[in-house]
């Protein structure tokens, strides 16, 4: 739990000038980011980089680019998109593959909105698509209403996120960041001149922190409002035609639905398997993700499955597998990342709300350059943890 105690200073010399605790999506790119600038940073991760047990595992993951979810987010996903090319390059590790993504829904839907805006804010060009035109060249998106319209992202695709922790964790260690794994951070003490941060073994003292904990921020950090939620990944395979859902004919694509759920999913890439899911199911529930349910129950698929045999007819609605997963929630449904109160000894970036990947590197970026005082390379004011203190 993270304290301030300006009583017990630091007493002996630092360990590291920075720390980041919790090297999945964000972590792990903040790591090597900081270590990249030559900062001295160690990186500590409860498991071993890459792992199944938070929010960044199952193969594949969304990448957009025109993001519905705010505008302030275009800068984001091309600068994780460039970082993710170098990060390609140095490793071979591929991340991030473009195909280009379907966005489905009203004209005037906070999707169709939310997309056209970041497209006019940012002066990207877009194909929209009528009803008969996504029936002609989409054919597997069964039910498509006369009104419905789709916007191609045409930077969208999907991303590799294990890939992507892996890639970056090892480049961080190639710039001269220090991994400590398999090592639980059980407090972070706030103290003058700097932090302590307390495991089993022993303390860590680091000039800053930053805490990127993912579904564990709430006990790290329990000031701020971050909520995990239990959100199973499920994949579905071809009833006929295989070929119809391959990734490069059925990309990337979020459908907003007649009661203002979505779905969102892509095609099979190498894994050969359709990932489809629902943004809302009141089987999500609020969980502790040291007790999390790791088994998987019918329950877990009863919404997608009905969603799929209405509106993909082209798969079976029975998924060929299934995993469970985490998300962080905030209030608003956007990231918790910053400097809470100005604190100079501490930064936070989490509150995921489900759509953080495809950030991730920006976002690792973003919190390097605060902990150095650089300024960021796009604003950051609509992730101020502020807001919520
Ligand atoms: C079903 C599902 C579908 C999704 N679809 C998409 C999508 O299509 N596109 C997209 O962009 N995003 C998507 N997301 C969201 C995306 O996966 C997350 O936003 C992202 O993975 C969050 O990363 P994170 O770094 O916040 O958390 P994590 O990756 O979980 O990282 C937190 C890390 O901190 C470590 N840790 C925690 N506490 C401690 C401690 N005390 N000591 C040491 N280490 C600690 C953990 O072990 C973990 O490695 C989806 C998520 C889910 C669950």
Request: glycine content about 10%; overall charge negative; aromatic content about 8%.
């Amino acid at each position: 739990m993270t304290s301030p105690s300006p009583s017990s200073p630091v007493t002996q010399p630092y360990d590291a000038d920075y720390a980041v605790v919790g090297l999945g999506a964000m972590g792990s790119h903040a790591f090597w980011r900081l270590a990249a600038r030559g900062a001295d940073v160690l990186g500590f991760e409860q498991f071993r980089p890459g792992h199944n047990q938070g929010s960044t595992h199952g193969s594949t993951r969304l990448f957009r680019t025109l993001c519905l979810e705010h505008p302030g987010l275009v800068p984001v996903a091309r600068r994780s998109l460039a970082l993710w090319r170098e990060l390609e390059e140095q490793t071979g590790l591929p991340i991030v593959r473009i195909t280009g993504g379907l966005m489905i829904g009203r004209p005037g839907s906070e999707i169709i909105n939310g997309v056209r805006e970041a497209a006019e804010v940012h002066g990207v060009e877009v194909r929209t698509l009528t009803a008969a035109e996504i029936r002609k060249e989409f054919p597997q998106h069964a039910g498509i209403d006369d009104e419905d319209v789709a916007i191609l992202d045409p930077e969208a695709g999907v991303g590799r996120p294990e890939n992507a922790v892996l890639a970056a964790t090892r480049a961080a260690e190639a710039a001269g960041g220090r991994l400590v794994e398999r090592v639980a951070v059980s407090g972070i003490e706030l103290v003058d001149g700097g932090v302590i941060i307390r495991t089993a073994a022993r303390d860590f003292t680091v000039r800053q922190v930053i805490v990127t904990a993912g579904p564990w921020m709430y006990q790290l950090l329990p000031s701020l409002p971050y909520q995990p939620i239990r959100t199973p990944l499920t994949w579905f395979t071809p009833a006929v035609d295989a070929a119809e859902f391959d990734l490069g004919r059925f990309p990337t694509f979020i459908r907003e639905l007649p009661d203002g759920n979505r779905m969102w999913g892509h095609g099979s890439d190498t894994d050969h398997a359709v990932k489809i899911g629902p943004e809302d199911d009141p089987h999500y529930t609020l969980v502790n993700p040291d007790e999390v349910d790791r088994s998987i129950s019918p329950a877990d698929y009863t919404l997608v499955s009905e969603l799929v045999s209405r509106y993909l007819p082209g798969l079976q609605p029975e998924p060929t597998s299934a995993a469970p997963c985490m998300i962080t929630r905030s209030p608003d449904m956007q990231f918790i990342l910053g400097r809470p109160h100005g604190d100079p000894r501490l930064l936070v970036g989490g509150g995921d709300s489900g759509h953080a990947f495809k950030h991730a590197s920006g976002l690792g970026e973003a919190l390097a350059q605060m902990a150095v005082g650089e300024p960021t390379y796009t604003d950051f004011t609509f992730t101020d943890p502020d807001r919520f203190l």
